[in-house]
């Protein structure tokens, strides 16, 4: 239930729906909307999908984070029921870990349990919308702000938390930089080289398909959008 954003009821999944697509023209990031439509008379919450996550951070950190991108790409953009058990353990295999581990801690309460202790937190600090963002520095002074926001707004509030000492590093935007940063994440949409690149999203979007166009990645339909994967070697 969303009554912000007028979702609710019988109509919610058709609600959903619309509401992904308006989002996604204002964030620029591909989404699958009709994902809700297929999935409204099993899916109940997105509260598996968290827990799952918290099962995957009881393994390793690293591919816990990888694992949570994937479960984002797949539920957004690749019409994937990410709540469903076999879904999970098919995308924690992906991100390099043991999926039949992963599993056993959801079962056995290990993940729920967790997954209970944020939550709980989240109360503590009135989060009730979602994105949110929790930015502290060592002194213990934070910020908290909710929804999407652009980048220019963290920027600006880590400069607040650290007295303006941070320096900001030159970018490099050329062709090889921006294959490895499709690498490093497996695989990425227009809008995220953009913004990490500082480009015009029509730029960012040329630069990409010509990397497509020359063979050093492959572009992969997303929804409403493109994903773009760097090649098998």
């Known amino acids: 239930q969303d009554p912000l954003n007028n ?11 619309k509401h992904w697509e308006e989002a996604s023209q204002r964030h620029g990031m591909p989404v699958d909307a009709d994902v809700w439509l297929d999935m409204k008379d099993e899916f109940k919450s997105t509260w598996p999908a968290n827990i799952a ?6 393994q390793d950190e690293e591919k816990a984070n990888r694992f949570l991108r994937r479960m984002r790409e797949a539920a957004a953009a690749e019409h994937m029921f990410i709540h469903r058990r076999e879904v ?7 991100a ?10 959801i079962e056995s309460g290990a993940g729920e349990a967790a997954f209970m202790r944020d939550y709980a937190g989240c109360r503590d600090k009135d989060v009730t919308g979602y994105p949110s963002f929790r930015i ?26 650290t007295g303006d000492r941070l320096m900001a590093r030159e970018i490099s935007s050329s062709d090889d930089e921006i294959t490895a940063f499709v690498r490093r ?6 809008r995220e080289v953009a913004e990490v690149f ?28 493109w994903f773009y994967l760097t090649t098998p070697s």
């Open 136 to 161: 502290r520095n060592r002194k213990g002074e934070e910020f908290m702000f909710f929804g999407f926001q652009p980048f220019s707004r963290f920027v600006e509030l880590f400069g607040r938390l």
């Open 7 to 17: 979702i609710g009821g019988p109509q919610m999944a058709e609600q959903v729906a």
């Open 185 to 190: 994440h497996g695989k990425v949409a227009v």
């Open 96 to 105: 390099g870990l043991d999926p039949e581990q992963l599993i056993r801690d």
């Open 53 to 58: 996550f918290k099962a995957a951070q009881m």
């Open 88 to 94: 999970q353990s098919q995308l924690a295999a992906e």
């Open 198 to 225: 500082s480009l015009k999203m029509s730029e960012a979007r040329e630069r990409l398909d010509r990397l497509a166009d020359t063979g050093e990645l492959e572009k992969r339909q997303a929804g409403n959008g």
